[in-house]
């Protein structure tokens, strides 16, 4: 396993390391160490797509389909080791161990919604896979999960060791929920999905979670749902707002459907929004 060399722009940290297919990307937020962690990659199909008319897929999604991916992210604060959202649970684990990290050290695993491509990678056989970690996940999110077997074992190898929280709304003045860590309501893709400020310093970074999943045309197009969101209207809309926010106070974003490095600053272009990944 190998780690990707990165340039020194937008906050990005130089690691001595090889080739992006390896899946790691590096990134400096102030004193935090951030990595991108990718836990698949495959193809995904237009089908999936809700408010798009044939003319915008043709022109954002030629062939109907795009390339998808499936990410975590991984932070070190100096203090703790904080963990964003599991994956399935695969690919993650030859991630920490390319990065020295034993799943017992991992103080915090961080959960922005409980799809199955989120939590895959907490527990095994009814054994927690981060023994030592504290998991921190959105009211909303558990009480609506509560009767989804699924989403009960993965929690319930950790007990009380589980805590909720509410997140604020986007730009108002929320408390941390960890020293640099502050939770932001963006319900919509589930009705308790949640999105992390990483902030060290004045350096930021927003872990969107699922606010995208087709960058090609959700990016320009931001009405654009998809199928997985329990509520396509709300999505779409706290996805427009999150969008304007970054854009407007020069927020760098990193999302878990977006595509390698799936970290960027946002800009407007003509009616919707462009991506720019660090070092270009």
């Known amino acids: ?4 060399v990165c340039g020194v722009l ?10 992006a297919e390896e899946g790691i990307f590096s990134y400096k937020v102030g004193r935090f160490e951030v990595f991108m ?19 915008d897929i043709e022109q954002y999604v030629p062939g109907g389909t795009y ?46 919604h409980m799809h199955g491509d989120h939590i895959g990678g907490l527990q095994k056989g009814g054994k927690p896979l981060f023994p030592r970690a504290t998991v921190y996940l959105a009211q909303e999110e558990r009480a609506f ?13 950790y007990g009380d060791k589980v805590v909720t929280f509410r997140p604020g709304e986007l730009g108002a003045a929320i408390p941390e929920l960890l020293p640099g860590i502050t939770p932001i309501a963006a319900f919509g ?23 995208m999943h087709v960058q090609g045309i959700q990016f320009p197009l931001p009405g654009v749902s998809v199928t997985y969101d329990t509520d396509p209207a709300e999505a779409a809309a706290i996805r427009t707002k999150v969008l304007e926010y970054a854009a407007r106070n020069n927020i760098p974003i990193g999302g878990m459907h977006l595509v390698y490095p799936a970290i960027g600053t946002v800009t407007p272009q003509g009616s919707g929004y462009q991506l720019t990944p660090p070092g270009r």
């Open 10 to 19: 937008l906050g990005i940290s130089a690691v001595s390391g090889f080739a």
């Open 189 to 211: 893709h589930t009705p308790g999905h949640t999105l992390y400020l990483v902030q060290s310093g004045t350096e930021r970074l927003l872990i969107w979670g699922d606010l």
């Open 37 to 55: 962690l990718v836990e698949n990659q495959g193809q995904g199909r237009s089908s999936l797509l809700i408010g798009a008319n044939a003319r």
């Open 1 to 4: 396993m190998k780690i990707v």
């Open 145 to 157: 999960w509560a009767g989804s077997p699924n989403a009960v074992a993965a929690l319930a190898p």
């Open 67 to 112: 390339q998808s991916e499936t990410n975590t992210f991984l932070i070190r604060t100096g203090e703790k080791i904080i963990l964003v959202d599991t994956g399935f649970g695969g690919a993650l684990f030859d991630h920490l161990k390319a990065l020295g990290v034993d799943p017992a050290q991992v103080d915090v695993v961080l959960l922005t």
